[in-house]
């Protein structure tokens, strides 16, 4: 980014309405969480269905160490987007 689009950024953030700004940072967010959770709900659907009740049990109990870092790292990429 050149100085220009940095200050134009800038710009917007000290006088765009609060709501637009919280539209425009967390539309892009809610959507991917979407379909993390959407990607979660295939996997139980296939594995439940295709693997057995403790394949299942295994898929519950490692989801969250998956999708914590995700989500982390979902957040960090889309800070440093609009940085």
């Not at 000290?14 to 295939?42: E, H, N």
């Not at 057995?52 to 519950?60: L, N, Y």
């Amino acid at each position: 980014m050149n100085e220009n689009q940095i200050s134009h950024i800038k710009n917007r953030l000290a006088t765009d309405k609060i709501g637009s700004l919280v539209a425009r940072y967390s539309i892009p967010s809610t959507i991917a969480f979407v379909f993390f959770s959407i990607q979660a709900i295939v996997d139980g659907i296939i594995v439940g269905n295709f693997l057995g009740a403790d394949a299942i049990a295994s898929v519950s109990l490692i989801l969250p160490a998956y999708t914590l870092p995700s989500s982390i790292a979902l957040v960090i990429a889309m800070g440093h987007r609009h940085k």
